[in-house]
């Protein structure tokens, strides 16, 4: 199969899974909304997000990074060849190991909290500290979870574990509303203020997580057993065939994944050096940016991983090259236009999104300026995970963990030149620009970084099995570009069209004030975001992208079968 050729239910899986996604991100998006609204950029969120690193950084190395992309081929390839029955039987094995595993963990990292509390007095490390054990249960349910949506995922049931985040951000949403009706609503400036500043309810998270991480086992196993047919066993059988091929391939992986989560926390050590708000401010931008991220680059690989790993076990080298090249530029086609819009709107989104209670204009301003270092590197986080899964499905996961290490050395370096003028100013490190640089230093190597990750990874592919992607995706990206282009034109010309028109003086003068500047806000984002996706579907139609013809081709099929 060509390039060119269709991997038969690709494009219709990243829809679905794309669409999940998108409702999940759009659920977090609104609770971290109402997360700035009640504790801004202050202690509260600081606490939330320093604490939270902890159990994602086990979800990173345990569910959807190492294990996914180790367990995943394995489950295929059992499937492909010994049938339903002898794969099940392989996964109950492996998610039982697992189990123990994560529960020694859990262990572990409280009593490394605890022992670590004496020596930090100061108020963020020791909220941190305290909080980081009573969450650590969530990391084991998430990951359990995360293993039953493999399962269905290689059974290509998409949709359930796309939309199954959802439960999180409903809990969380109802415990941070909870605090804002209690401490918030109605409240004068210096009681916000002392909100702020205590971090004051922001232990409502704990029991909500941990509930919601409950509930995402019960119904990913559940839906699992269904479609496996027989009931989930506890069997923790260590020496099983499929238990050390799962290891041994997770070994590599799983060091490349720790480098990365790793490096995570010591963003955010490093960031609370620069303080609650650099801390916040970064969390709060990064909000922004995995919208696009999840929504593409989560996306495309979930779905390409079972598809490449049993077209690779079938010794179908066609269509595992198609299947990539596929994968690689509607993730392209997707989220060049977003970031391209992003970049065009970036004060009005932050505005729209966040500016409102304890979130005042100095947490938009620093925001912002670690969003614009983020931005331009939505292309690079989106193709890196489909990217990586071309190696992943041949069972090769030393690679990427190899270049996950040479691009978090430049990382460190990185950081390390913005961070050491705040540890040792008057010294060699105290250099102006870097100083000035801030969080959004932090924010600019993280960008820069994962550029080098995706070069390093398609010189490599290309030298180990001979396959030119980038010679596959390059005259798809290259109208993709031009339309992208139009699309930037096109928003910057809506957007002052906007600005000059004043919607606030059009609207109803007995308008309520709250209200009356979201309208505002709104108009000044969803106009030029409406004008300039317009241009881009026109340009890309003018263009012939072949990606534009299949998604159209896809959502009218759809509309068809709901309509019959």
Known sequence: MGESEKPKGMGGAMLVVSLGVLLSRVLGFARDVVLAAVWGTGLGTGIWVAAFRIPNLTRALFGEGSFTGSFVPVFSETLEKEGKAAAWRAACRVVSVLTLVLGALVLLAAAVCWGLLPFFPKELHRQTLMMTPALMPYALFICVAVAFGGVLNSFRRFALPSVTPLILNVFQILAAGGVWWCCIRGRTPEEIQAVVENGTGVWWLVPAVLLAGAVHVWVHLRAARKVAGEPFRFDPALRSPEVRKVALLMAPTLLGTGLIQFNIVLDTVWASVLGAAALSSLYFSQRIIYLPVGLFGVAAGVVSLPAMSQSWARGDRDAFRGQLAHSLRNVLFMCMPMTALLIVLSEPVVCLAYQRGSFGEESVRATLWALLFYLPGIPFFSLVKPMAN??????????????????????????LLVILPHLLPGSLFDLAPLRGMQQGGLALSTTLCSLMNLALLMVIFRRRTGIDILADIRQSALKIFAATGAAALVAIFALRLTEAVGVAARLPAGM????????????????PLAAGYAAYALAAWLLKCEELRELTGLLLARLRRKKA
């Open 390 to 415: 071309g190696f992943y499905a041949r069972q090769d996961t030393r690679t990427p963990m190899l270049v996950t290490l040479a691009c978090l050395v430049l990382n460190v370096i990185m950081n």
């Open 512 to 527: 309520k004030p709250g209200l009356r500047v979201l309208c505002e806000r709104g108009a000044e984002v969803a106009i």
